[in-house]
Antibody, heavy 120, light 108 residues
Framework: EVQLVESGGGLVKPGGSLRLSCTASGFTFSTYGMHWVRQAPGKGLEWVSSIIPSSTFIYYADSVKGRFTISRDNTKNSLFLQMSSLRADDTAVYYC?????????????WGQGTLVTVSS | EIVLTQSPGTLSLSPGERATLSCRASQSVSNNYLAWYQQRPGQAPRLLIFGASSRATGVPDRFSGSGSGTDFTLSISRLEPEDFAVYYCEQYATAPFTFGPGTKVDIK
């Protein structure tokens, strides 16, 4: 069974940093593209960042470019999101999600999310 | 950036009725790389449709997707109680990938 488990969320002050992790199991992590998607409280979905299996190609939403860094460790089946210069509008549930096998960027498996709250 | 618009914002229907949801893109979505997701309260999104019209694994055949270019549709032929949820379209043809604002299907 495919499982994605996010961790690392919490309360952080504006301007602070946080590192999210996503631990994968039940599939060969090293062969799948991975994404981060976030959802502010009561709002819709917002794509944040994506990374291909080899980490060669990485993409970011304009809203986080220069502040967030996506990375992965295929030896530990883990995906990361390093967030810095956090702002109140970064408050959201952050989901990691897997690209469908043989797909392009459609997301067929999602974690349950980790809540990041940016507040003083 | 491709902007997606979904209509209606809310759709109030009864179980057994047909639902038709629309997603319009600000420019053509290449290769019809358009997906639909369902999100129930308190849950993560679930992939329903990819490539505009292909059902994801395990998705019931009452869900169908159609469209191309800039206009896409998700249809639910007969609403079941578990189908009352929020539905998002997403274009994944061009980064930054973008989601529509969602359509809420609620019980009339």
């Amino acid at each position: 069974e495919v499982q994605l488990v996010e961790s690392g969320g919490g309360l952080v002050k504006p301007g602070g940093s946080l590192r999210l992790s996503c631990t994968a199991s039940g599939f060969t992590f090293s062969t799948y593209g991975m994404h981060w998607v976030r959802q502010a409280p009561g709002k819709g979905l917002e794509w944040v960042s994506s990374i291909i299996p080899s980490s060669t190609f990485i993409y970011y939403a304009d809203s986080v470019k220069g502040r967030f860094t996506i990375s992965r460790d295929n030896t530990k089946n883990s995906l990361f999101l390093q967030m810095s210069s956090l702002r109140a509008d970064d408050t959201a549930v952050y989901y990691c999600a897997r690209v469908r096998e043989r797909g392009f960027a459609e997301l067929d498996s999602w974690g349950q999310g980790t809540l990041v709250t940016v507040s003083s | 950036e491709i902007v997606l618009t979904q209509s209606p914002g809310t759709l109030s229907l009864s179980p057994g009725e047909r639902a038709t949801l629309s997603c319009r893109a600000s420019q053509s979505v290449s290769n019809n790389y358009l997906a639909w997701y369902q999100q129930r309260p308190g849950q993560a999104p679930r992939l329903l449709i990819f490539g505009a019209s292909s059902r994801a694994t395990g998705v019931p055949d009452r869900f169908s997707g159609s469209g191309s270019g800039t206009d896409f549709t998700l249809s639910i032929s007969r609403l079941e109680p578990e189908d009352f949820a929020v539905y998002y379209c997403e274009q994944y043809a061009t980064a930054p990938f973008t989601f529509g604002p969602g359509t809420k299907v609620d019980i009339k």
